[in-house]
């Protein structure tokens, strides 16, 4: 499987961080009892700013799980629309070329299904083949791109589009003072990525490079199924992070990752690229460490960190666009994207340039 290009989409509310620490501070003065609090950790997560799914004091009156996925609804679908016709227009592709969308996200719910919607929004083609994903969390954008290699497989002249919608500020619950949450208000932001990617065939038709996928590994971890996600509840989604997350990676990261390189014949050494998502400094402090990279291997995750903030499913994608744009890698490089998310789990993928 060869991608072809990566598109981005963000809704148009921008926020410097300390103007969001500001309005934290505000809205939770009167009933949290230390909002210095709230702002050291929200500096801590070294996050420069973020988009949001609505203007700032629009958040004051949403109330009810209701209210906030009908907004889920309405803004994802804007976003989903810019970021995929941003992928297919970079691809030299059209609507009517897609014959697979793959589409995930965690922060809201429809039936039909956004990628659903986007077909009648959009013009894809009745016969399209639609696989809507939910549960990935910060995991999806890596296991999406892995499912859109499973099905080029057997589609070797296909055109196949993975899409991922996050609108995590949508999430946050504004009675839940718990360090997890806290935490995550300060972390994630809201955006979209869309990746074009096309079978060997169609790939050699249209005269594209790299990067390929050459292999790819899902894992799950023992006794670590509180160590992310939701539980929900009348008021939507109340976020689970726990602060195990760096210590898992510490404990698996190495010996999945050696293993998988193994397998293909290479080892960490060979890596010249790593695509790695964004998940907070302690995570990427631990990535670091384990997999014995230097801080600069990563540059492009933590700029996309302070840039953006934590989009969930769409961040890795989103250091996937850099890399392509920015990096530029020879071609014969050998490149690693992984992301970990709900499960617990990881999602190794392979790359050549």
Known sequence: ????????????????????????????????????????????????????????????????????????????LDVAEEAVNDALTQAGLTVTDVDAIFSASVTGIATPSIDARLFHRMGLRPDIVRTPIFGLG????????????????????????????????????????????????????????????????????????????????????????????????????????DKSVPDVVTTYMRDDVDGFLAENGLTRADIGSWVCHPGGPKVLDAFESTLEIPKSALDLTWRSLQR??????????????DTLAQARPEPGTWGMMLAMGPGFCSELVLLRW
Request: glycine letters at 12%; one cysteine or more.
């Open 1 to 76: 499987m060869h991608v072809a290009a990566v598109g981005s989409a963000f809704p148009p509310h921008f926020y410097d961080q300390e103007t969001l620490i500001r309005a934290f501070e505000v809205a939770w003065g009167a009933t949290h009892h230390n909002t210095a609090r709230v702002r050291r950790m929200h500096q801590a997560v070294l996050v420069g700013g973020r988009h949001l799914a609505l203007p700032l004091q629009d958040y004051l009156t949403l109330t009810g799980f209701g209210a906030r996925n009908d907004a889920f609804i309405r803004v994802a």
């Open 138 to 241: 910060c995991v999806a954008g890596a296991a999406g791109l892995s499912r859109l290699n499973d099905w080029l497989l057997g589609h070797p002249d296909g055109v196949a589009v993975l899409l991922c919608v996050e609108l995590c500020s949508l999430t946050i619950q504004r009675e839940d003072f718990s360090v997890a949450n806290l935490v995550a208000s300060g972390l994630f932001g809201d955006g979209g990525a869309a990746v074009v990617c096309v079978g060997k065939d169609r790939a050699a038709r249209m005269g594209l490079g790299g990067p390929t996928v050459v292999a790819t590994r899902s894992r799950m971890y023992p006794d670590s199924e509180r160590v992310m996600g939701w539980d929900i509840g009348d008021d939507g989604f109340k976020v689970i992070l």
């Open 308 to 321: 953006e903030g934590n989009m969930s499913s769409a961040s890795v994608l989103f250091v996937l666009r």
